[in-house]
């Protein structure tokens, strides 16, 4: 167990390494980085805009039922959209992409390791990281802030709906509520985190890929893990982020 933890920070730490230096090559992988983008990104659109959604609904009524009595609902979208901004659309958004993304790179990588199609990268003199790990990277640090945005807006108008048509909030009040109490900060932290997470999860889908075993076993297990430590990370990072932003 010990010597499995040093082996995955010592893979990380030179796959880092060598993901900067192939920072000098960015120039060689716009279609690559675009067809990452494509599916990272447009290829999550729809689960992630029905999880906000459902997400939204349920945060409005249970908003509702523990401030009821405490603060009138008037003020039920500052709260709402605050909840959503700062914490639910950006770590939700990002748990629903681990599980896609994260598994699917995984998956990706480990097959053309056990296939050695990495091993033939090397033998034509193309670099694996540049082609295979920093475009999925720089699609997810992209991709995660852009559905984020699109998650807090679907979860807000959902939250809106239920507000409307179970809680009797009108949508005039549901939004004013939202303008008195907005602040920059806490769109902006919230985005701030999801690209950290972007990071985090193309990333570690793309060790745990990198170094995957030989055999279907090792594949299955590489996708495990990148989906595991994926969420992992972002939770933690999450706390991390969330005390320094606005601790």
Not at 30 to 35: D, E, G, S, V
């Amino acid at each position: 167990m010990i010597e499995a933890f040093f082996y995955h920070v010592g893979a990380m730490t030179i796959l880092g390494g060598q993901l900067l230096r192939s920072l000098r090559e960015l120039h060689k992988i716009p279609r690559l980085f675009l067809q990452q983008l494509d599916r990272i990104g447009v290829g999550s659109i729809p689960l992630v805009a029905l999880t906000s959604a459902f997400t939204g609904m349920v945060a409005s009524v249970q908003t509702a039922y523990q401030v009821r009595d405490y603060v009138p609902l008037d003020f039920l979208g500052a709260g709402v959209a605050k909840a959503i901004m700062i914490e639910l659309g950006p770590v939700l958004t990002a748990l629903v992409v681990a599980g896609r993304v994260g598994a699917g790179i995984a998956a990706e990588l480990g097959t053309m390791r056990v296939t050695e199609q990495i091993d033939a990268l090397e033998i034509m003199a193309i670099d694996p990281v540049r082609y295979l790990v920093l475009p999925r990277v720089l699609a997810g640090i992209l991709a995660l802030p852009l559905l984020t945005v699109l998650a807090e807006v679907v979860a807000i108008l959902g939250a809106a709906f239920v507000s409307a048509t179970v809680l009797n909030v009108s949508y005039a009040t549901f939004f004013h509520g939202i303008q008195l109490f907005f602040l920059p900060r806490d769109l902006f932290g919230g985005l701030a985190k999801s690209v950290v997470f972007g990071f985090l999860i193309t990333f570690l889908g793309c060790h745990f890929g990198y170094t995957s075993g030989r055999g279907a076993s090792g594949v299955g297990r590489a996708t495990t893990y990148a989906v595991v430590f994926s969420s992992l990370f972002v939770l933690m990072f999450d706390y991390i982020l969330g005390t320094l932003l606005f601790g």
